[in-house]
């Protein structure tokens, strides 16, 4: 008769003492869990006047309620940090079933601060934590870690997640990986557990979950099922070829990102980066996440070539074109090089790509010489370059240390002119999808909280596939080139943010597969409590102002809104949006007119946040 | 930039650790403050499966957002607990200077939990908390021991809230006193204290005080003491006569207790007990709470007779009432004498005199002898064995050591006839104010979360004086004697609750002198939020349900909302409420309905707490 609540698992890393606390029940009916109940936390506890690799700052990993349940696609945790790359809140989230483990732990937050005083890792089994010694392991990649870890102290049900040499060398793009290829993404993490001398977080859990009510979540997975596989593109495209089916499909939109943006299709590619082409160069399985019937992963492994045996989990869409078509790469086989290189590394591939993609162009303008990159030739479509660079980034080895801090910090340093093949918002690299030809995705990149950001909402989608949705009152006709006019970003970015604040996988929402009202039933199963679709977007909206007033803390706001130069000047060349430019100032001012942010701060108004119940933000 | 928040010290005597944490933003937007956010905490510390007296069970002191401001009557601190005396929740509030200089010391919330090995006082000096040694002082009284701790650490700026030998020895309505004599009364604080061997907190604060707007707070502050002194009660009475005059108007009006409830009236002690005679016989000087303009409290020395010199804080009127028209004692030096060594021994005078006015009307029925009390004569009137039976009980001497466990539990041990003359409800001691003549205070007494309670909400005041109030939407004329038709309790007992809440006085609150709406002022100026008077009353409705749901864990429903037997079945024999007993059902049932309580249960509907956002807590 407590409520539904969550319990905090506290370890601080500098005097290695541990602390539980229960969260208040208050935060799981405001902001349900996940990403949301970590960033109410977050706000107490960050430090806005020091940077993210302060050993005081804390991360915070999240579970949300649906996370380890029946609920499909249930296995997905976040962290939530402040981003070294970007001095934005980061928050990362990532599947594989590292997130279960932790709450089968009896965990829905742990929280790390301070730092070892050498390299460590964390063994959490149920309520049994210890601090071990990680010498061993520092310098290793993320397979090693992992099997290191294992053959220590059992591999039956322990899950980890670790960070690799970029980690370790704060590359501010390094990811933490779990199950050797999942990735808790984007904004640097990986520099973050790095810096806290953190190697690998190791969880083994043996608790009952807590349902409030088992039948109804057991009914609602069924229909929430029923849903996703109700869905054409999950049902015969995202479920038989994984994600590397949206290379097809974007090219076809053209708005795929070719040569650094500079174009936006790339027809060299067919037949060699193309999904079919993916499944026949590449020795292909299927890799389904905890709890996960689509199973979009992919592992694969290298058949030939220099880099055959190569292998792991990916490449996924956004490392194909990461390294494929941003870098005109059309050799396959070098692409799942670089990515498997790159995972086990703890790189995140898509800044990666980015950062070397910017790199091509700048060594096109001859603003870097072969002589900086020691020689490498970075001519557009050198596939070798890209595997040796991914190489020499994670390590900070020659070029490779000036490209492991980023695209923004890079051209700061090679002068002014770099800025242009710079393609990063708030320094966060840009992923693959369009913006020029999709104005839904220019207003994510551009106000996201954690800068270019092609997943809060994954608007792309609803402009490419033309989805519609009553339940999200996104009825009506969307013209994916006209500017202005975004009001229905709101719902669709509240609906994702919502998935991540309940532990489950962007990919069974964007695809607005399974319906909000679903959700919903999933959620009140689960916790205990009536909560409606409606309930649901105005907890995940309180948690999307929450972050933006994060943000303000930081001292962001409207300024810092804005779009890599290209997209507002250089009309696409080609695609459907041939001849598009983004007019930033006509889009920004439509969505924070929905989301009742003031115009001209880009924040939250005062009476957005009383009806959100967070003026004391204030 | 971080939001109105509160501080909490937690102290573990068993460890003797101190901890700090921060309160969550939420709970001072949901519950303002003191004992609203001290509730909430204690939903999450209580155990219900042990009784009050168990080291682990949490003492939580709060102040408020207004406490120590300039807002008037702002000297207020609460503690919750678990009663020892009812089972139930306990809420102890006192004025005098101890609130003001912790929250001047930082600190919104003190929470002790654990048992020290041996006597201890707590010594708290802004952010530094030491543990200290009272074996010397224990068994001393309250006011030795004040002075003591003051030598011991210097008297500037301490304020301290200490127990006498009655919460040492577990006396079930000991109190934990403050300024000597103001006092955290009702339910037992001070036996909770005792059992943690905790003798004293003594606290020196010296930080400035969180006001958001102290401009809007002042202009606030001086409208709430216009408002104050415009009501003629408190002008005209309260203010030059303090709480003695309360004597006077509710015996004229014919509800005054005497010899145990037997009688409403008590003309014998004209010219004996009433205020002008108090202020004749005694040699008495007003006392102010800090920051407050009415000063109600008296301090009296005893001029003559064989009390002489014995001085104190008091009698106030529940104390006049208690030893006094309850024991149809007429000597108002006894009275005096009575109430000195009451306070002093750190006995709560309503129920020590309740429970000695029950004693008298047991021996008058045969159940208690000479023999048993010690050869003491405890006929009606006999002031000199009042102060006798003070002492003993205090100390748990002799019959004392069972009138020290409250009129319920003595009446278990004295057989099933002696229910009759112990009146209590839930197992704490009636105080002074009408319940057959006052239908408003026989729903109070019968449903408040702590038992007999005359103040939350003080309805007898509204029953009384006539008060009428537009703001709370009390304008009809209210019967006092009509059974049924309750729903005008509701709004009056969450302004009084509010003000538990705020950090303010219930005689500002009760008298409706100051204005809800200019509580809501203040509340805003202090707490850098809008508040309105219904945001104020709201927020004070959740913390009454949620008292009303903790006590459902410990097994409390309609069931145990019930009064003494005499007042359901015993005509009042004179006064306005002559002929008069309580039809409990029928008030219960329309107070319920006003409430939104269920009527079988008597506890909260799912869609009460689902309003409140509160159904958490189902």
Known sequence: MKGYTGRALFVNLSNRTTTVQNIPAEWYRDYLGGEGVAVRLFWD??????????????????????????APCSGRACVIFRSPA??????????????????????????????ADKPVYLLIQDDKVEIRDASSLWGQGVKETEDAIK?????????????????????LFANIMTDKHRAFG???????????NLKAIAVRGTQPLPIADPEALKEAAKAARDELFAEAFVRDELHPYGTPSFYDAIDALGILPTRNWQRTSFPQSKDLLTYKAYHETLEVKPYACFGCPIACGRHTKIKSGKYAGLEGGGPEYEAVAAFGSKCFVTDLNAVAAANHLANNFGLDVISTGQVIATAMEWYEMGLLTKEQTGGLDLTWGNGDAVVELVKMIAHREGIGDLLANGVKRAAEKLGPKAEKAAMHVKGLEMA????????????VHATSARGADHLRPYASAIDAFGYRDEELGITGDINYLEDGNKAWVKPFQELSMATNMLGVCLFASITLAIKTSTWAKLTSAAMG??????????AAERVINMERQINARFGFDRK????????LKEPAPDGRGEGEVVDLKKNLDSYFEAMGWDQKSGLPKKETLERLGLDWML
Do not use: C, Y
């Not at 220590?152 to 704060?170: F, M, N, R």
């Not at 984007?186 to 806290?196: F, I, L, Q, S």
């Not at 693959?432 to 207003?443: L, Y």
């Open 86 to 115: 970007t001095g934005t809140i980061g928050a990362a989230n990532a599947g594989g079933h590292f997130a279960p483990a932790l709450k089968k732990a009896g965990w829905d937050l742990l929280v790390i601060t301070g730092k």
């Open 186 to 196: 984007r904004g640097g993490p990986g520099a973050v557990m790095g810096a806290k």
């Open 432 to 443: 693959a999808d369009g913006v020029r030809a999709s104005k839904g995705e220019s207003i």
């Open 151 to 171: 053959k220590e102290v059992g591999a039956q049900g322990l899950q980890i997640a670790s960070i690799g040499p970029a980690g370790e060398k704060g590359v």
């Open 529 to 538: 409590r009536t909560i409606t679709k409606d309930d649901l977007l105005k």
């Open 45 to 70: 506890l960050v430090h806005d006047d020091r940077d993210g690799l302060a050993p005081e700052q804390p991360m915070i990993f999240a579970t949300g309620p649906l996370t380890g349940t029946a």
């Open 560 to 567: 810092d809104d804005t779009l890599p130069e290209r997209f």
